[in-house]
């Protein structure tokens, strides 16, 4: 139980670095469950708090979300349209430094699932080795052509782990961000659900003090921001249920003895791709062009 | 006499051929040649510095101008006065002569380099990606030309730009240019003041009511002139300041209408002023702004914002090219009787009236109140349940989300 007095979001002093804000109780938090094209997640995940100031929370309609059917999210990916997204779900927690100094930190937490429109035919995502190729695909196209002039802005993936607590292939890592002195880290989870269909469990740490104050990561430190994201991390369960599983054992069988690379690099950016992930010179132009 | 040392002058650094004057005593010279360095190599805020340096040459441009500020006067006629520009304060004496000395100069001459750590005000591109916004440090300070862009003022204490970005967007897109589905699509534009203390509210009482006064906010507001200067000749930029970022463009525009700037084609909106909105439509009125129907939307308990409600009414029916009408300013006052003000002045009214002072005939300057009174009897029957609604949604937004919004 988080001590609200102690940690209480009334700013009523200046903040003495270095300072460890404390956010909401893991173990109090309830597991939420929700069903992703017939699969069922579940997760431990306090309640939404966004603090001082008020932030949306995302919560599905029904524990059933049927991916194809809601509506479809704008992301400023690559021109390549190659990506279809759907939000699921998104919380703000937020972080208290103690003795009223007020929120100085908070996550932002949310799931959502993608498609590939152009995923080679007759492939599910199931296999590792697509899987894979799915996960290279997606950063290429939604990181890997932002440069800031001439420079790589992200790094992805960086500290790869595999999961194998799930019964499909799953991976953990962070994409960094590198552009001058705003450091962003951002941890994303993801697995397949269906033949097409991949989650993506993504948090980032965000400061709500100025940077005068002091750097989260640095004075302001992570320490406990990091272990209850750990902590929501583990607790993430799959469970296929009594639905058709064929396409999963099929894909396992053709799989064989294939596993997810236990060592995956960052990828060599800028890169620009084309809907089908192979490297093209038309969207380099459009790109260059464009910025 | 007979030393080796030869004689220098004190360099001058404009008004050489035409306008008066402007030397620099030897201790800020090397500050000085530091800054022009800068400023060739191409960092706009040097560039704005040595202009504004420069233009000493042309008398003490404007007693009006909001970052000059007066020191002390000396014996003799001489006089000290301050300039605040971006990155640099400069203490600068009139003398006797007519001309402009720069005494000292105070700069951060790492200021591009504190912008990038987002200690300093600055520019930055922010654009909507996996569900959280994503922001990009503008370098050469400038609005994407292309059309229609909008640019957000933000306030300035939501925490770092990344935040900011996010934490901001609601109120964004409430701006009647503009919905929440066009900033996701095309990003916007965000111009970040990076500062441990609110803007205006209560807390800064003096400075809500006078925005032009708060200095701490000066380099910002000269940055942002310097953004609004340069997009004036893309169509249709739409700049909306949401809470403390209201001062920082009433600023800003005052800036470009001393300097006599037009910008015709733009539209500016403030969600939710900490910062008197009388202020900043004179000025908008000066740079030739196009004003929507609602240029600024306050909470029924946002005191200030609400404060000078009446003033900005009357301002807006008096401009000539404001297309603001009788019916839209009754409808305001109607809207303003509801607001906290509104309410402890009907209230006012009301007693005056019960207790029998108001027998004799209303004098002018009641006559506000009297309307508001009339605004908030209208509003009071069937309206008392909105009243109760608004009240809540502004107080305690997240209960309100929860259990009452869509159920009345």
Redesign the interface.
């Known amino acids: 139980m988080r001590n609200f007095l102690k940690y209480s979001g009334l700013q009523l002093r200046?903040v003495e670095t270095p300072v460890t804000p404390v956010g909401p109780d893991f173990e109090s938090a309830k597991r939420k469950k929700i069903i992703i094209d017939g699969a069922q997640v579940s997760l431990i995940l306090p309640r939404h708090d966004s603090g001082r100031?008020?932030?949306?929370k995302l919560e599905p309609k029904g524990d059933h979300v049927r991916v194809g059917y809601s509506s479809r999210?704008?992301?400023?990916?690559i021109k390549n349209e190659a990506w279809e997204?759907w939000?699921i779900l998104?919380r703000v927690w937020a972080f208290y430094g103690s003795w009223f100094v007020g929120q100085l930190a908070?996550i932002?937490f949310?799931i959502?699932a993608y498609r590939w429109k152009f995923q080679p035919e007759n492939t599910s995502v199931f296999h590792p080795k697509i899987f894979e190729l799915a996960v290279t695909h997606f950063l290429n196209s939604?990181y890997g052509y932002e440069t800031?002039e001439g420079v790589p802005?992200h790094q992805a993936p960086v500290n790869w782990q595999v999961i194998d607590s799930l019964p499909v292939p799953a991976a953990k890592f962070r994409v960094e961000?590198k552009?001058?002195?705003?450091p962003?880290r951002m941890q994303i989870m993801q697995f397949p659900v269906s033949d097409k269909v991949i989650v993506k469990i993504?948090a980032?740490f965000?400061?709500?003090?100025?940077?005068?104050?002091g750097i989260?990561g640095e004075e302001i430190r992570d320490e406990e921001m990091q272990a209850l994201l750990d902590k929501v991390y583990c607790s993430v369960q799959l469970d296929f249920g009594d639905i058709d599983k064929s396409g999963l054992r099929n894909s396992l069988q053709v799989a064989g003895d294939a596993t997810l690379t236990k060592s995956f690099a960052p990828l060599k950016w800028p890169v620009y791709v084309d809907k089908y992930g192979k490297e093209s010179e038309e969207i380099k132009k459009m790109i260059v062009s464009g910025q | 006499m007979f030393s080796n040392e030869t004689f220098t002058r004190e360099l001058r650094i404009a008004g050489s051929t035409a306008g008066k004057p402007v030397t620099i005593t030897p201790q800020a010279e090397p500050i000085y040649h530091e800054l022009v360095k800068k400023a060739r190599k191409g960092n706009y805020w040097a560039q704005t510095t040595v202009n504004g340096l420069h233009q000493l040459a042309s008398g003490r441009l404007h007693q009006n101008n909001i970052f000059i500020k007066p020191g002390a006067v000396h014996r003799g006629g001489t006089e000290e006065f301050y300039v605040i520009l971006p990155g640099c304060k400069a203490t600068v004496e009139k003398l006797e002569s007519d001309t402009f000395r720069v005494l000292y100069l105070e700069a951060d001459l790492d200021f591009f380099?504190l912008q990038?750590?987002?200690?300093k005000p600055g520019l930055y591109s922010a654009?909507?990606?996996?569900?959280?916004w994503?922001t990009?440090?503008k370098r050469n300070g400038s609005v994407d030309k292309i059309q229609e862009r909008r640019v957000a003022i933000a306030d300035?204490?939501?925490?770092?730009?990344?935040?900011t970005a996010?934490?901001i967007f609601?109120n964004l897109s409430e701006a009647p240019f503009t919905t929440g589905?066009t900033l996701?699509?095309t990003?916007y534009d965000l111009h970040y003041t990076?500062?441990?203390e609110n803007i205006g509210r209560l807390q800064s009482y003096r400075y809500a009511i006078c925005p032009l006064d708060d200095e701490r906010i000066h380099e910002s507001a000269i940055l942002l002139a310097r953004t609004m200067y340069n997009a004036r000749k893309i169509e249709g930029v739409g700049w909306i300041a949401e809470f403390g970022g209201s001062a920082v463009l009433t600023q800003a525009m005052k800036i470009l209408a001393g300097q006599n700037v037009k910008l015709e084609d733009h539209t500016v909106y403030m969600h939710r002023p900490t910062t008197s909105p009388n202020e900043a439509i004179k000025q908008a009125h000066k740079l030739g702004l196009q004003i929507e129907r609602n240029f600024s939307k306050s909470d029924m308990t946002d005191w200030v914002g609400n404060q000078s409600q009446l003033k900005v009414i009357v301002n807006r029916l008096k401009d000539a090219r404001d297309n603001y009408k009788w019916s839209h300013a009754a409808i305001d006052a109607i809207t303003y009787g509801k607001s906290a003000q509104g309410l402890a002045a009907s209230g006012v009214a009301a007693v005056a009236y019960l207790s029998g002072l108001a027998g004799m005939a209303i004098s002018a300057p009641a006559i506000p109140a009297v309307l508001t009174l009339v605004g908030a009897v209208a509003v009071s029957g069937a309206g008392a349940l909105k009243t109760a609604n608004n009240a809540t949604k502004s107080i305690a937004?997240?209960f309100h989300n929860k259990h009452i919004k869509g159920r009345l």
Request: hydrophobic share 15%; with cysteine.
């Open positions: 200046k100031r008020k932030k949306e999210n704008i992301s400023n990916f997204s939000p998104k908070n932002n949310s959502s939604s800031d802005w961000s552009l001058g002195y705003s962003s993504q980032s965000g400061q709500t003090c100025p940077a005068h104050i989260l | 380099e990038k750590q987002e200690i654009s909507h990606k996996d569900d959280e994503k990009k440090f300035s204490n939501y925490g770092r730009v990344d935040e996010d934490a609601e589905n996701k699509r990003g990076p500062q441990k937004p997240k």
